[in-house]
């Protein structure tokens, strides 16, 4: 049975730094990446590891002020944000897929997901 585990959100200041973290069990994964979504909007890419070893893939608006980092002997997956702003507020979902798809920026391709975390960025 798969399960995905995510923790670490929370609310601070414009500014400030969080780190969440998701623990995946029950089989080998290709993709592991983190999506935000907000109320009324489709879950957005927001960074990824394509498969063990791979290269992390952000999205263009992370503009170097988060990273990913994967631990492929345990299955776990972290995204340290920094410099957050008041737009990065959304609920962050770690996901993982079981099979290769080419599209880790596409929430489609992914068939295993958490419960989600709320990020809440202040002014």
């Known amino acids: 049975q798969v399960q995905v585990v995510e923790s670490g959100g929370g609310e601070v200041q414009v500014g400030r730094s969080l780190r969440l973290s998701c623990a995946a069990s029950g089989r080998d994964f290709y993709a592991m990446g983190w999506f935000r979504q907000t109320p009324g909007k489709d879950r957005e890419f927001v960074a990824a590891v394509p498969w063990r070893g791979a290269s992390s893939k952000y999205a263009d608006f992370v503009k170097a002020r988060f990273t990913i980092s994967r631990d492929d002997a345990k299955n776990t997956l972290s995204l340290q944000m920094n410099s957050l702003q008041p737009e990065d507020s959304a609920v962050y979902y770690c996901?993982?897929?079981?099979?290769?798809?080419?599209?880790?920026?596409?929430?489609?391709?992914?068939?295993?997901w958490g419960q989600g975390t709320q990020v809440t960025v202040s002014s």
């Open positions: 996901a993982v897929s079981d099979y290769y798809s080419g599209n880790h920026d596409n929430f489609k391709s992914y068939n295993y």
